[in-house]
């Protein structure tokens, strides 16, 4: 299900979901005049079809909160994880000063190729590595390892590595947020599956009653929709409107160059 929804551009997805609301609003009130239209003792009574009505209004109105909150907590753990990013590679350059030559500037080199690495995937322009996180981490640690080799008993040496270190946890960290830590696809699901019967309930309840079509439905069908692109947007890092800022690790960017040259 998950792939199924990701296939589909932000915008598309808001499309499709407006459409199954829209049919199901259709199916349920023509099935509605239906009922209300036969024999008054074979009519279906308003009163019990309105409470139940409620009830799926109010289950889903409780799965979209756990999937927006699920999303939400995504969002802001992606942010966390890049701050925490940006902090440690700083350190870790600022540490290097404390290893030797040629090693230092090897370092130095692979972090501010690892920055522009790490910019690439979100569209930031002007990235010039042509090397992956996972190659420019292992040189990294190649480098860390080949110093503590040299210098085992050195209190500074020790903190660099321990430095090296956390940059590729962080890495691991973000990796796993951005491509792991989404919403379930069976959660996807049975959204879907609520929201076809809710609103075709509700309209049902409407061709019951007798009422006309209201337009304030198209308004309820478009406002839903738009919350359910929140959510996939919230849920799809490097997608749609709603990302994590860069600014961090861009301001880190020009700082390493700057330091650099």
């Given at each position: 299900m998950q792939r199924l929804t990701d296939a589909l551009p932000i915008w598309g997805l808001f499309l499709?979901?407006?459409l199954i609301v829209l049919v199901s609003i259709e199916i349920g009130y023509r099935r509605g005049r239906i009922v209300q239209q036969r024999d008054e003792d074979k009519k279906e009574k308003e009163a019990p079809v309105g409470a139940m009505v409620g009830a799926t209004l109010g289950l889903l109105a409780f799965l979209l909160a756990i999937t927006f909150g699920i999303a939400e907590d995504g969002f802001n753990a992606r942010k966390i994880a890049?701050?925490?990013e940006v902090s440690a590679i700083r350190t870790t350059y600022l540490r290097a000063a404390f290893i030797p030559e040629p090693q230092r500037d090897e370092v130095r080199r692979i972090l501010r190729q690892y920055v522009?690495?790490?910019?690439?995937?979100?569209?930031?322009p002007e990235g010039r590595t042509r090397e992956s996180a996972k190659a420019l981490l292992d040189q990294l640690w190649t480098q860390a390892a080949l110093v503590g080799e040299k210098h085992p008993d050195v209190a500074n040496?020790?903190?660099f590595i321990d430095s090296a270190n956390r940059v590729i946890s962080l890495n691991t960290e973000r990796v796993n947020?951005?491509?792991?830590?989404?919403?379930?696809g069976a959660m996807d699901a049975v959204?879907?599956?609520?929201?076809?019967?809710?609103f075709a309930g509700m309209s049902y309840h409407g061709g019951v009653a007798g009422t006309v079509r209201s337009p304030v439905m198209v308004i309820v069908a478009v406002s839903f929709s738009l919350v359910v692109m929140l959510i996939a947007d919230l849920n799809r890092p490097g997608q749609g409107w709603i990302n994590v800022s860069q600014d961090a690790m861009i301001d880190l960017r020009n700082a390493l160059n700057g330091h650099g040259h």
């Open positions: 499709v979901v407006l890049l701050n925490d522009d690495e790490q910019l690439q995937w979100t569209g930031v040496i020790a903190l947020l951005r491509e792991r830590n989404r919403i379930p959204l879907i599956l609520l929201t076809i019967l809710t």
